[in-house]
């Protein structure tokens, strides 16, 4: 058995410790990984996890695979404009697509089908192939033109989840509430995970 392929896009929410801790897991659980990176999500990594992304994507690749010592062959790095990469076409892109954490911007424009960017575009395919789409919003308080969109997205087929971690695992730090959203993602996606019980279920 093959093991799974996924597209993680990460744009410019407030919440990049959800999207690191998600390509972490994804990577130890030896996904492939197709990562999309917005520009504004680059200076939401400096801002809150003093992280200095390098420009190009393969220094971001090398960064990645350094840090979380995954195979080479694990990891692929699009820029925004990469229109010849596997996820801009159906012929090719994974079936399954997680934006974490999806600014309102990227919402809005996955949910009118704008394709501007590579982003948008790899959102629009998994949604027409009929792929697994989850976006991951991170915003608050949320306008009529937000949830119009959640909304319309939804009845598209994608999953929303929202960054809305629970407190019934009691967690000792901001970490645990961090795993509490990584480990529900995981679980939509059929990737055995340890970071989280499931209700009911001891440690």
Request: charged share 15%; hydrophobic share 45%; net charge negative.
């Amino acid at each position: 058995m093959t093991n799974p392929t996924i597209t993680l896009a990460i744009t410019g929410a407030s919440g990049a410790p959800y999207a690191l801790r998600l390509l972490e897991s994804l990577l130890a659980a030896k996904c492939t990984v197709h990562l999309l990176i917005s520009s504004a999500a680059k200076v939401v990594f400096a801002t809150e996890e003093n992280l200095q992304l390098p420009g190009r994507p393969d220094q971001i690749k090398t960064l990645f695979i350094d840090k979380y010592h995954c195979n080479e062959d694990q990891l692929y790095v699009y820029g925004k404009e990469e229109w010849f990469s596997p996820v801009a076409s159906g012929s090719a892109a994974p079936k399954t697509m997680i934006v974490c954490p999806c600014s309102t911007g990227t919402l809005s424009s996955i949910a009118v089908g704008a394709s501007d960017n590579l982003i948008e575009r790899a959102a629009d395919v998994v949604l027409k192939e009929r792929g697994q789409l989850i976006v991951v919003p991170r915003e608050m308080p949320l306008s009529s033109i937000h949830l119009e969109n959640m909304l319309k997205l939804s009845q598209l087929g994608a999953t929303i989840m929202p960054a809305a971690p629970g407190f019934y695992h009691q967690p000792q730090s901001i970490m645990d509430l961090v795993d509490f959203v990584v480990a529900r993602i995981l679980d939509h996606i059929g990737i055995d995970q340890s970071l989280m019980p499931r209700w009911g279920y001891q440690r």
